[in-house]
């Protein structure tokens, strides 16, 4: 997706899949920009972790306390991003298996594609940051629909408006069969109206302090999957559309580099870890500018206060426009906030529509996905080798094949 560090406009288990509470041992000397999160993270410390607090919440207050705890004001950018635009997202996948990405915390921008990396990775925790409230909007609109839906056909179905399916047994069927069923069965006007209701109490519910133009933001995100259905594309408002932008019957059916349907809803069990997740708090979406001077700063010392490293960051291709703008090291900064190991990665995206073919470009893909360990990301930074978006992209990527 293309996004901007002014904006993108339109994003507990253990291991592998094992519940467990998050235990701060006691609560560290916070960053000085991060003194507002001591009362939270007291309250979390004393009662025994975040995770545990969070199961079985009914009235969603610590969900709330630390979206508002963590937040920064909002920004613009001028595309809408309610889907992805890159082709490329799960050719990181195979690469982050082999050099053990897994578990921790995971950070991530924009919407759903957030959901695939978490489902591989199986991160204890997950922030979702982004600049734009209309992100932290639609995702409040995920979480509803993962509450809803048992599973993945039904969470389709209730994202584009459609009847559940009448025969038994989808839990098995291939992610093609899914993809087919919503291509082939017409939309319900009645049952679309029934979850955008829904959709709407429940986001009162995890957040009080909604207004009706938030309610409204919710209504249109979801009327724009209902109307387009799974051809609906990443859109902006000020530039021409792109035919190469895929939809989201493409990105639900991309490959990984071994050729393997990585997506979150081509397997059942990557679906049920999301929906855990939500349903215990532990996607929490947030508003932040990654080279501004508070959220990401306080969501480190946060994520240090609870004894855990950040196992995956995926930026998008915010660090192009950071570098465009000249606050790329306010970013480095920033990065140097969060707790991390020799496994903690960032996932970035390089577009060759706007500047030359990038080393690892895979034929038949305008965009490419990279890796980097953050580690090296900051000592590469502080040596000067980030002077130019080329050093950043190119200099210690990992090779993917």
């Excluded at 994003?11 to 998050?22: E, F, K, P």
């Excluded at 703008?325 to 529509?353: C, M, Q």
């Excluded at 038949?364 to 950043?392: P, V």
Aim: net charge neutral.
């Amino acid at each position: 997706m293309n996004v901007s560090s002014r904006g993108i406009t339109q994003t507990v288990c253990s291991g592998r899949g094992a519940s467990r509470s998050l235990r701060p041992a006691g609560i560290k000397l916070l960053h000085q920009a991060a003194r507002p999160l001591l009362a939270i993270v007291l309250v979390i410390a004393l009662s025994g972790g975040y995770g545990s607090m969070a199961l079985g919440s009914k009235n969603h207050d610590h969900f709330l306390q630390l979206i508002n705890q963590l937040s920064e004001p909002g920004g613009f950018f001028d595309s809408d991003n309610l889907i992805s635009n890159e082709t490329s997202y799960l050719h990181v996948l195979g690469k982050m298996r082999e050099i053990g990405v897994e578990g921790g915390v995971y950070i991530g921008v924009g919407p759903d594609q957030n959901f695939s990396y978490i489902a591989k990775i199986r991160p204890h925790l997950v922030f979702i940051i982004d600049i734009r409230r209309d992100n932290l909007l639609q995702q409040l609109m995920f979480k509803s629909l993962f509450s809803h839906a048992r599973n993945r056909i039904e969470y389709l179905c209730l994202l584009f408006g459609k009847p559940y399916p009448k025969s038994k047994g989808w839990e098995q069927r291939p992610l093609k069969e899914l993809v087919d069923y919503i291509d082939n069965t017409p939309s319900n006007q009645k049952l679309f109206d029934k979850t955008l209701a829904e959709v709407g109490r429940d986001a009162r519910h995890y957040n009080k302090e909604l207004t009706s133009n938030d309610l409204e933001v919710m209504s249109r995100v979801q009327r724009a999957f209902y109307g387009a259905g799974l051809d609906i594309r990443y859109s902006t408002h000020f530039r021409p559309p792109r035919s190469i932008y895929p939809t989201f019957r493409e990105l639900l059916m991309a490959e990984d580099l071994s050729g393997k349907v990585g997506n979150y809803l081509a397997a059942e069990d990557d679906f049920r870890f999301i929906k855990r997740l939500e349903e215990q708090d532990l996607i929490i979406p947030i508003v932040g500018d990654l080279s501004g001077p508070r959220a990401l700063k306080a969501l480190g010392s946060y994520i240090e206060s609870t004894r855990e490293r950040v196992s995956a960051f995926y930026v998008s291709n915010v660090e192009f426009y950071l570098s465009r703008e000249g606050t790329f090291g306010k970013f480095a900064e920033n990065l140097k906030s969060l707790p991390v190991d020799d496994h903690s990665v960032i996932i970035r995206s390089y577009f060759n529509f706007y500047a030359p073919p990038h080393p690892q470009s895979i034929p038949g893909h305008f965009s490419t996905q990279l890796l980097e360990k953050i580690a090296d990301l900051i000592q590469q930074c502080d040596s000067g080798g980030c002077e130019s978006y080329s050093e950043i992209v190119t200099k210690n990527s990992i090779a993917l094949q």
